[in-house]
C-alpha cells in the first residue's frame, strides 16, 4: 500500500555539521507533511510542517523541502547540536484519517 | 511538557489479560488520537476521537477499543492481550478547529505482555 517512508534509519553527522534527512512518499495526492522529532523516553514533538503549494519552509534552525515531480522531503537541521539527536519521522496528514508516519530516522551526533 | 498526561506509565501483564490505558487531553483540546509504536512497525494510527464521538480508525484490532469521555478523556482498552501487543502507546490531543497535523503527544504507556 501507500506509505510514508524515509531512506536511512541511521544518520551520523558531527557536530556543528548541517544534518539532511530525507523522507519518500508514494501518495502523489497527499498535500500535506510534517516533520516530527523524538528523543529518547518522550513522545514526538511537532517540528514543522509544509503543504504541496509549497517547496520551502523555513524554521529556527531548521528547514523543510518539498520536491513533488519526485514525491520527495527534506529535513535541513543547521549546526546541528547534542541536543538534536533524536528519532526523526516525516508524517502524512490524510485529514480524517489521521497521521501516518514513517519508520523514522535516528540521528546520531559525533562530538 | 506537551500538557498531555497518560497514565500508567509502564505496564507489565500476562498473555490473556485485559488492561486499560489513560489519557487526558491538553486544556482545551477536543481530538484524541491513539498511536502504537513498535520497532518493527514504528507509529501506527490507531483510533481518533473529537469531542466523544469517533471521528477516525486507523489499523485498530478488534480487541481493542476506545472512548472518549464527557470531561474528555480518553481510554484505550487491550484485551486478549498477545505478546505482539507489546509497544508503546502514545496519546496525542490537537487544537480544535484547525486542520493541522501539529498533534501534542504524551509520554506514552509501555506494555510489556508476558
Known amino acids: 500500500g501507500e506509505s510514508v517512508g524515509l531512506h536511512l534509519p541511521t544518520l551520523s553527522v558531527q557536530e556543528g555539521d548541517n544534518s539532511i534527512i530525507n523522507c519518500a512518499y508514494s501518495n502523489s495526492a497527499s498535500d500535506y507533511f510534517i516533520w516530527y522529532k523524538q528523543e529518547s523516553g518522550k513522545g514526538p514533538q511537532f517540528i514543522i510542517d509544509i503543504r504541496s503549494n509549497m517547496d520551502k519552509r523555513q524554521g529556527q534552525r531548521v528547514t523543510v523541502l518539498l520536491n513533488k515531480t519526485v514525491k520527495h522531503l527534506s529535513l535541513q537541521i543547521a549546526a546541528t547540536q547534542p541536543g538534536d539527536s533524536a528519532v526523526y519521522f516525516c508524517a502524512e496528514n490524510r485529514g480524517a484519517d489521521g497521521l501516518t508516519f514513517g519508520k523514522g530516522t535516528h540521528l546520531i551526533i559525533q562530538p | 511538557d506537551s500538557g498531555v498526561t497518560q497514565t500508567p506509565k509502564h505496564l507489565i501483564t500476562a498473555t490473556g489479560q485485559r488492561v486499560t490505558l489513560r489519557c487526558s487531553p491538553r486544556s482545551g483540546d477536543l481530538s484524541v488520537y491513539w498511536y502504537q509504536q513498535s520497532l518493527d512497525q514504528g507509529l501506527q494510527f490507531l483510533i481518533q476521537y473529537y469531542n466523544g464521538e469517533e471521528r477516525a480508525k486507523g489499523n485498530i484490532l478488534e480487541r481493542f477499543s476506545a472512548q472518549q469521555f464527557p470531561d474528555l478523556h480518553s481510554e484505550l482498552n487491550l484485551s486478549s492481550l498477545e505478546l505482539g501487543d507489546s509497544a508503546l502507546y502514545f496519546c496525542?490531543?490537537?487544537?480544535?478547529?484547525?486542520?493541522?497535523?501539529?498533534?501534542?503527544f504524551g509520554e506514552g504507556s509501555r506494555l510489556t505482555v508476558l
Open positions: 496525542a490531543s490537537s487544537a480544535p478547529g484547525y486542520n493541522t497535523g501539529e498533534l501534542f
